[in-house]
């Protein structure tokens, strides 16, 4: 499974990002995709995932009301569109797919990573 994130720069507080993952032909065999981040010195955590079939959805607490995940089918890209950004939401953002049977935030869960993308918000 390949999975390219883009879109990652920096920007002020308050502004908006949105994050792209192109992914490769294999994810539909994988129920969820996801976006997750890593702070320097934190451990990785888990932001916003998808469940492919049926669109469902779920939010870390911290993000709620902020981003948006969603994906575009024809293009299978995986989104994140990010609102009212702060300075706590700066880190390395990550896109992970994998069949999950456990916690869908749970980093541990996926098998499947992007390389990542920077977002720095000052």
């Known amino acids: 499974v390949q999975l390219v994130e883009s879109g990652g720069g920096s920007v002020q507080t308050g502004g908006s990002l949105t994050l792209s993952c192109a992914a490769g032909r294999y994810t539909y065999e994988r129920n969820c995709m996801g976006w997750f981040r890593q702070r320097p010195g934190k451990d990785r955590e888990g932001v916003a995932v998808l469940w492919i079939g049926g669109a469902q959805t779920t939010y870390a607490d911290s993000v709620k009301g902020r981003f948006t995940i969603s994906k575009d089918n024809a293009k299978n890209t995986l989104y994140l569109q990010m609102n009212s950004l702060k300075p706590e939401d700066s880190a390395m953002y990550y896109c992970?797919?994998?069949?999950?049977?456990?916690?869908?935030?749970?980093?541990?869960?996926?098998?499947?990573w992007g390389q990542g993308t920077q977002v720095t918000v000052s």
């Open positions: 992970a797919a994998d069949r999950v049977l456990g916690w869908v935030l749970n980093p541990r869960e996926y098998n499947y």
